[in-house]
């Protein structure tokens, strides 16, 4: 189970119940999960439209599959890994995504809204403030692994 059951004790039938609900949860998401992953994975190699094989997509499940499973058996605590997560992605749509989605909107509506001109120094340091607290946070993540 993870980290907060564990803190009960083990004949507690309520906390075993969310256990089993919780292996439960990992085990019908996970083929989602790696679908969605290998769909990316493949986007990103430019493997499109009808180079995209069956055989190709059963062999890239398979090595995703065995690489994630490798990365589960080698680490014992995940916190870390959700801590680079968090650094990464977290500030990534937190502080980076709605600056670029602002200073592009500013841009397409200069004519219509001139006033948004102003604004986009604010929301470029923003971003520059994402970037920074990125960094330090993928620098710690990195440290407690």
Do not use: H, W
């Amino acid at each position: 189970g993870s980290i907060v059951t564990t803190n009960y004790a083990t004949g507690d039938t309520l906390m075993s119940l969310v256990n089993i609900a919780i292996v439960m949860a990992i085990l019908f998401a996970y083929p989602f999960e790696i679908s969605g992953l290998r769909e990316e994975v493949l986007d990103f190699l430019g493997i499109k439209g009808g180079r995209r094989t069956q055989r190709l997509m059963d062999l890239t499940s398979i090595g995703l599959l065995a690489t994630t499973t490798s990365l589960a058996l080698v680490l014992k605590n995940v916190g870390p890994v959700m801590g680079l997560q968090g650094a990464t992605v977290g500030n990534f749509l937190s502080y980076l995504y709605p600056t670029l989605m602002f200073c592009r909107v500013a841009k397409k509506k200069e004519k219509e809204y001139p006033e948004l001109k102003k604004e986009v120094p604010v929301a470029l340091t923003t971003g520059v403030i994402g970037i920074f607290m990125a960094i330090i946070g993928t620098v710690q993540a990195v440290k407690a692994l």
